[in-house]
């Protein structure tokens, strides 16, 4: 079965950096476009960044641009983020998921989640 596994998290002061992985198995990997989502507590899951299959084309929420990049090695089958200049607001838990191949901005398969806690 489908399975994503991040690994990461921790806690970071503000303005330091933080580097998520998310390893992937049970699926081929190249062939679907994977995105980052974060939940913080009492708050709705938010779309973080995205990483398309094909051209590695990739889009951010307005929130990281600038400070997050999100790449992938299709060879070792992972996901990545990195995460720079980091404020106490990007505290919450981050999800990798792969998005469906068919309909577009729809994630059929989730990670667990690590958790990133910044603190001021």
């Known amino acids: 079965q489908v399975q994503l596994r991040e690994s990461g998290g921790g806690l970071v002061q503000a303005g330091g950096s933080l580097r998520l992985s998310c390893a992937a198995s049970?699926?081929?990997?190249?062939?679907?476009?994977m995105g980052w989502f974060r939940q913080a507590p009492g708050k709705e899951r938010e779309f973080v960044a995205r990483i398309s299959r094909s051209d590695f084309s990739t889009s951010y929420a307005d929130s990281v641009k600038g400070r997050f990049t999100i790449s992938r090695d299709n060879a070792k089958n992972t996901l990545y983020l990195q995460m720079r200049s980091l404020k106490p607001e990007d505290t919450a838990v981050y999800y990798c998921a792969s998005e469906s191949r068919f309909v577009s901005g729809r994630y059929d398969y989730w990670g667990q989640g690590t958790q990133v806690t910044i603190s001021s």
């Open positions: 049970g699926l081929t990997f190249s062939n679907y476009g």
